[in-house]
């Protein structure tokens, strides 16, 4: 039996394009001769659809949509995810279709509602196993979280029969290295049933999330004979036989490369969730403001990878704080890069708004709110320029800036996407060292990389001033935020006490700021946005005594803008 | 057997300073006489404590406090809501407590999980019925949602024996009429079982959320005998005789005043909102911008209501595009409301910024973006005073604009607390006459409430050019947004087809400045927010004929603002 995993770029509520690539994919898979076309989950609507699906109107086109791809594919069998609404209540379900029609309807069992999911929000579980006949092998539909837990999948599968073929139907958001954790779930399958197991996931960007495809066949002994290419369209044809000894699985295409670090896989990520982000919201050019600094570079790299370097606005803004250096390395990026520069110069805007500001006695040009004026002055002129232009607005704040709140609000965060909100400063070295080992030259200069970092909003500033050496706050942020370690913990595992309360202080402070930023891509397993749900008006206070004076009311002062 | 309900406003994450109030107000219901104690759900850790749940040591604190309230509390029998770990799992539960000893534990049944609930993402499903014995009647314990599914409820309780008193502790937020639902749902109870039922609430502002209190007790007829206080804290007492005629329940206080209608209850809810907002937060400030319209007009004066007067610093920010009767009703709003004004005008900062900005070529004084920057450079005094005083900044937008994107993102809609956001523009108005009502004299301007919608930007501007007539406007929102009707529902309810295609188009086109805009009151049963949760990146458009062509690709073109 010859399989074919359709792994396409769906877009959420893209009815007629999503069907339009289904069918194409569709009719390459039946001229290869494949007997088997899976689509991924909800490819019909696209992955993940949220509050539309509350939308009668929606579900319903919908289901024509499926009705209209299955009429359309009249040879084989096609198993693709839709919403179904059925008994009242909706699934997320997997409709199998034979000749042009509609013979079976599987809805997935487990409706994963943590981290950045929430579908007992708007999905029913289903009870019951769904199986159909392709070419005398018994195969087993499911979709996706079902075969992440064994011990369900087992009982729900138990005294059902022999399985030929595990086929699971995903949309499976990427994080770094969750590539391994997969090949082990559909190992644990294979293992499980004695069977093959083919893994179908989704590919683009939705929002915050990227799905990074790779799109797998396994045999009956766990191992993965084929994958789908990563970050990209694809479609995945391998033969199948079962026998006395399980499932043997023959790939039909010489392997793909795959992404051969989590560097590089993280730099693929943003650059398709970039791209993606851009595009399917109308934007064919980006703006951004070009510091001189590592993160406005690494953004404009990746942007210029995902839309073509002559669609990325550079612009540069200096102040009387800025160095000549940083000023000749912002020119430097962009002629590297070969992305357009502007230059708009603050000073003659910022001298007004100062003097205007004086009304109030208490206005001074000493303290925070001067330096915030200068990253909003920046901020507006980006926005003003998109406004004219019609350009989106990258922002290009780090995970570690964004976690404590090292930013100005309407300043540096304005824009619509955070092309690295989810990127640790110290990853963001590593992709910067990454660029340039796979392009073969210096694009990310050496004066860039190698510079203290600084805000440059009053003289002599530096990061360090205000917070911990990068290496040790992005060890606080990956326990408290990624893994919500106590503050005990983290002392615990040899972090300094003093930098570990400050750190937790500024990070439980900041909610509100992250709550007005724009999306970004996802890139660890918890992202802030959907994936971490905080309270703003929140006084729990985590302290390192574990004792019952730690029970306190830490009245929040009023929060300024701290970058 | 004389019970209590300590309806009190608790902050969320405040473990201390809710068992501080917990103690006082048993301490005063015991000296009152009281036998049973009953305070809200998640009591001790406040509603909703979202993901803290998810921190191991939160939990751990979360029941030291426990402990501590109930050691502190050692006669009579008191029944209090918190987060409780057993079994591997948490459950959202409510502690009886007796002579300062837990005696019984219950776990809440049904886990909303739809609108601004995400319960199962948290908590596990309790199982069983749990009763304790007070004064010789059999108490049956509930938590909010148990109660608000009949069907489920008679199952839960079946074949469990005689019940005296359905106590039920809550944390249900307030909408608008939703008092009518509430009191309906305990008839039911109370008709049921034909026994008495208790019903204590939550009161206080949480983000978008607010409590509005109002706890019930209500005999076994159905009939509500007494009621707390609505958006304060209050203790409510009652005794309780059960007989062979079923449950006697006696006021032991004069019944209070509750609101008399809608307008009243949301008024009262955006005070309540908007005062905890601040408070939790650490404001005692607040600072808007006053345009002489009347939605500026509203918040202020909700602001004066909630913080005092001298607390609302107003600032207006004219233009050459401002009328003599805009800037002259600005002062005069804030003369009567008794609050400071500061004046600022802004053409010296636009004329700098109009000539920087013509360092690239398209840009030009004639269009949008040249609107979108004069409400920035508003926004941006707004952030620079407010970084320098510590006061938060209250945005002015109302529900109608929020909907549709009319505003500038980083301008008008830039701030700390919203206060308005839920509200439509024709509630509003009706909002403006009943503070004139209430107030007993002209506090909103007649000529405020009588101009002509503008944003004044451009010379002569309306709203009325850009948008429909407010009436026609606030219709289809409420039929679109409020209860996801189709835009063939709306037509065929009479609304204009034209106007409700171009209003269903912008309103899905601005998910993304909602997404970046300041939380605000809820009033409504489905706010932007937690409530709705959409895409930013979707292609799908709900079109007027039902056939197969609606299925189509409205490719989003850029989205500039659209103030």
Redesign the interface.
Known sequence: MRIALGQFNA???????N?EKMKKMWADAVAAGADLVAFPELAI?GY?????V?????V??NR??LE?LAAACPQKTMVVGFVECSEGGLYNAAAAIRAGRIVGIYHKGLLP??SVF?E??YFRSGGSPVFIEVEGLRVALTICQDIWDKAWLARFFGGSGRIDLLLNISASPFHMSKIYQRCGVVADCSNLFHCAVAYCNLVG???ELVFDGRSIVADSTGRVVTMAKAFEEDLLLADIESGEAGAQVRPLQAPTPQPRDEVEEIYQALVLGTR??AL????HQVLLGLSGGIDSAITAAIAAAALGPENVICVTMPSRFNSPDTIADAKLVADNLGCPL?????E??L???H???Q??P???DK???YE??QA??R???L??????????VLTTGNKSEVSVGYST??GDT?G?FSVIKDVLKTMVYRLADHINRRSGREVMPVSVIQRVPTAELRPNQRDRDSLPEYDVLDRIIMGYVEQ?Q???ELVESGLPADEVERVIRMIDRNE?KR?????GVRITAKAFGKD???????????TIK?S?S????P???????SQ
């Open positions: 877009t959420v509520g893209d009815l007629a394009g069907v609507c993940p659809p949220e509050d539309l509350y939308k009668k109107q929606f319903k086109d024509s949509a209209e509602n943590t929430d007992q929000r960007g939705q929002d993606d982000y399917k919201n109308g934007f502007l230059t708009i110069p603050i003659p805007i001298k007004p708004f003097e205007s500001l009304a109030e208490r206005w001074n303290g925070l709110a915030n004026l909003r002055i901020g507006m002129i926005m003003s320029l998109s406004n004219q232009m019609g350009a989106l609000l309407y304005a619509g919500d106590s503050a005990r509100y709550r007005q930023s724009p999306p971490r749900r905080l309270p703003i008006t929140n006084h729990y206070a985590t574990n019952k730690e029970i306190r009311n009245k929040q002062s009023p929060n300024p803008e």
